[in-house]
């Protein structure tokens, strides 16, 4: 019996129906994986841009890296617009009252850098600005979904008045509106420090992940700059800066001294990064401390030493919650028209070899009734634990290759197990009127039934509820009418998921009435469907 | 061993069967014949299980079709009048799809799947599919499904109708290798002379009702001979001589005479005598089972 099973469920699974239904459900996990990708994108940022400019006579000279928020050097496309603006930048709107006086297009790999020749009227005092889009793998996304997303990816300054001569390096920046978030618990900053006779210029990003530190830093030396980020110091100092050196440690003390610095390397608690000796980018990335939350970035250069603290908390484990969020959000959809795939199902497995008699050839065979009803009902049930393991698999990998964000393992357990008992009741519900009812017309009530219950009920009760008892009426009987739905325990999972991860709830479910309502939707028609096939006539 | 014992049918207010009752014992070709309509089938898919009775019973080796389905279906093969499968499958996947609920590991299903359609003469067609099967492809097919576990009782459901001589041929041989191995083969048919050919024993059946059991011998006896006799020309003269041997029907230059109440060589003998030419004149046998046939339906007495 158990080689039937495995036979009818293989031809279950392995029909073209099925199949299709299953890739097109797989492409539209995958397809999930990167709605969520453009949406976080969009709203978190999930590229960032490291630069400055320079501007001398009438040339502007745009440098800069640019990473995701994993830590990843990203190429792409930059695009830079140069406006010109006829109001104070104080008062300026984004964009309006600006008029763009000069474009520029680079492609880049690791380092942008590229110089637009401006064409100034006014060039004593002009109401400059800068624009950069980015498109990378991620910007691009961001930018091809529409123009709202394109903030994530525009990276633009203003500029007060020009920078004059490296003997004044205070350079006033006005954070643009596209950098008032910062990216997610990534210590990000620049500091310009003035050492003798030079400037040096310091960007850094340091993005703590699960396992490792990921450091961006950006060094340019003897230069009046405006680096294009949104939180800036201006710090002068005194002291060589022949050589830069990088050291990095885990703890909460800051290093004020060479002396303390050379103390704090001997008992290893620091230890060297990088060695900067001219203008140089750093990557650089160093083993996390297991237990440590906080840690430290000390730039040396000569007698000077700064150190700059900063909390450890992994991008991955703040992604979880807004990741797990949307995956289980963005499951709903497949969800919501994987049952045609299980009404079909029975139709193949039941109604129609019973509407052409086929069955009765299978009867005479050494089994009884009972085992043909329970051997096509086992086939249906292992397909739908395949089809939903298979697709909650798919977007929860897709989810994790893309936004290489950590998805509670659990949560990702508790989806398959709804949404397969879920489809368990939805196949009993149609394997049911399989019994009951041949070919054709199987079909029609079967497709009327999942019209019915999935969409036609929700809005007749809500049409019903605003009739009798206004808009406050509705939620009571949206509240009501959710158990009268075989995948109701998917419903409740996912609402269950939501409220652990975000603490709030939209919809209320009753546990007891949850499982009490699964296990009804599972067995009433399973008994219903035993009831009429071990009397109905199998020949044709 | 196949024993019907007092089966009843009812199909709303049509009795289907009455009480029926008949054994096919081991080593025996029991024919079941009746017109169409008359419940041979009910009675085949009762007997096979596929159909529950409203009352009686059927025991295949002395296992309860109704109490031990499993253990009885195990012990009878069935070769319907016109098989239907699931028309997706192809032969080979299908017979293994079957063969595993006769308890077969699906790697013992094709092996033997293989052997049994190429021994029905479906070799060539294992990898097709069933909805591109002949009549009487499908049941061949059915054939090499029945023979899984080499079972003891045989039970063919009109089996010969919409086949070509090479078909028939066929399954006649199957039968009488089947009998000769010491089977029990239930053989249903509607045309007396097919089942008499090869069975020992024919089951009449009208109206859901056993009409009679007659042994083979007992069917040549009670079913006379009519005599066919072609001439050159027939003329009231040869009609009168002839009506001294029995009835007569004339079409044409021939002349039926139904049970002849002299030896064909002197009936013959006259002919020649009388001077009349004689371009036939042949024993036709299959009027007589006819007409043996509608007086048992007809309750008549034989």
């Known amino acids: 019996m158990r080689s039937a099973i495995s036979i009818d469920f293989k031809r279950s699974l392995v029909r073209p129906a099925t199949l299709i239904a299953l890739v097109l459900f797989m492409l539209l996990g995958i397809g999930i994986s990167y709605l969520i990708l453009q949406v976080f994108a969009a709203v978190t940022r999930a590229v960032g841009f490291l630069g400055y400019y320079t501007l001398t006579n009438s040339t502007i000279t745009i440098t800069g890296v640019a990473y995701s928020i994993w830590g990843e050097k990203l190429g792409g496309e930059a695009v830079i ?23 520029a297009r680079a492609s880049f790999t690791e380092l942008l850098n590229t110089s637009i020749v401006l064409r100034l009227e006014n060039a004593k005092a002009p109401n400059l600005r800068v624009r ?21 990816t525009a990276f633009a300054t203003s500029v007060d008045r020009s920078p004059q001569a490296p003997t004044s390096p205070t350079v006033r920046i006005r954070p643009p509106r596209a950098f008032v978030e910062p990216v997610p618990a990534s210590p990000f900053g620049s500091k310009l420090f003035k050492l003798r006779d030079e400037t040096i210029f310091v960007a850094y990003q340091v993005i703590p992940l699960r396992d490792v530190l990921k450091f961006f830093i950006f060094i340019e030396r003897n230069l009046s700059v405006a680096p294009l980020l949104q939180y800036v110091v201006v710090l002068e100092g005194a002291g060589s800066c022949e050589n830069v050196e990088v050291f990095y440690g885990y703890g909460n003390e800051t290093v004020s001294s060479v002396n303390e610095l050379s103390e704090a390397v001997a008992r290893g608690e620091l230890k060297p990064l990088a060695n900067i000796s001219t203008t140089s980018i750093v990557y650089a990335e160093a083993p996390r401390k297991a237990g440590e939350s906080k840690a430290l970035l000390v730039l040396r250069s000569g007698s000077s030493v700064y150190t700059e603290v900063f909390n450890l908390v992994d991008i991955q484990s703040l992604l979880k919650t807004p990741v797990t969020t949307a995956m289980v959000s963005q ?12 009404l079909y199902l029975a139709y193949v497995l039941v109604a129609k070899p019973r509407a052409v008699g086929a ?3 299978v009867l005479s065979m050494p089994v009884t009734r009972r085992d043909i009803y329970a051997v096509r009902f086992l086939a249906g049930v292992l397909t739908a634990i395949t089809v939903s393991g ?21 949560h990702v357990a508790l989806l398959w197990l709804g949404l397969a008992i879920s489809l368990i009741a939805t196949y009993s519900l149609f394997y049911m009127l399989s019994t009951a009812l041949r070919g054709g017309s199987y079909l029609a009530i079967a497709i009327l039934a999942y019209i019915l219950l999935w969409f036609a009920l929700p809005i007749a009760a809500t049409a019903i509820a605003i009739t009798i008892g206004g808009v406050s009426k509705v939620a009571e009987v949206s509240n009501t009418i959710k158990y009268i739905n075989p995948q109701v325990l998917f419903s409740y999972i996912t609402s269950y998921i939501l409220t652990q991860l975000t603490g709030e709830s939209s919809v209320h479910y009753d546990a007891v009435l949850t499982a009490l309502s699964t296990a009804l939707w599972i067995a009433t028609p399973l008994a219903l469907g035993w009831a009429v096939f071990r009397k109905t006539n199998l020949s044709s | 061993m196949i024993e019907i014992r007092g089966v009843s049918k009812r199909f709303g207010r049509v009795v289907a069967l009455d009480r029926v009752s008949f054994e096919v014992r081991n080593g025996e070709v029991v024919g079941y014949v009746g017109p169409n309509g008359a419940g041979k089938t009910t009675t085949i898919r009762i007997a096979v299980g596929v159909l529950p009775p409203d009352a009686g019973d059927v025991y295949i080796d002395g296992y309860s079709v109704l109490r031990e389905k499993a253990l009885a279906s195990s012990r009878v093969g069935w070769v319907p009048e016109s098989p239907i499968f699931e028309q997706e499958f192809k032969a080979l996947d299908y017979f293994t799809y079957l063969a595993t609920y006769k308890g077969l590991s699906p790697s013992d299903a094709r092996r033997l799947g293989r052997e049994l359609l190429n021994e029905v003469g479906l070799g060539d067609a294992a990898n097709r599919k069933l909805s591109t099967f002949s009549q009487g492809m499908k049941k061949r097919f059915a054939l090499a499904v029945s023979m899984i576990g080499d079972p003891l009782n045989f039970i063919f459901d009109e089996v010969l109708s919409g086949l070509d001589p090479q078909g028939i041929a066929f399954f006649r041989g199957v039968v009488e290798e089947f009998r000769r191995r010491g089977k029990a083969v239930l053989f249903s048919s509607h045309i007396l002379t097919e089942v008499q050919m090869i069975a020992q024993r024919v089951v009449f059946i009208n109206r859901g009702r056993i009409v009679g059991v007659y042994t083979a011998d007992e069917i040549a006896r009670l079913a006379s001979p009519a005599l066919r006799i072609r001439l050159k020309h027939v003329d009231e003269n040869v009609k009168n001589l002839l009506t001294r041997f029995g009835s007569i029907e004339v079409s044409e230059n021939t002349v039926i005479l139904r049970e002849p109440r002299a030896e064909p060589s002197k009936i013959l003998e006259e002919l020649v005598k009388s001077g009349y030419s004689v371009e036939e004149f042949r024993i036709s046998e299959e009027r007589c089972l006819e007409e043996l046939f509608m007086k048992l339906i007809k309750g008549e007495k034989v």
């Open chain 1, 81 to 103: 617009h140069i406006e010109n603006c006829t109001t104070s930048l104080a008062e300026a709107v984004w964009r309006e009252n600006c008029v763009k006086i000069a474009e």
């Open chain 1, 132 to 152: 950069i889009n980015v498109s990378t793998w991620y910007g691009a996304l961001a930018i091809r979904s529409g123009e709202g997303f394109e903030v994530s």
């Open chain 1, 331 to 342: 499951l709903s959809t497949p969800t919501t028209f994987l049952p045609v795939v299980f």
């Open chain 1, 359 to 361: 069955l009765e050839f």
């Open chain 1, 390 to 410: 298979v697709l909650v698999a798919v977007t929860t990998a897709s989810t994790i290759a893309m936004l290489k964000a950590s998805v509670d393992l659990t």
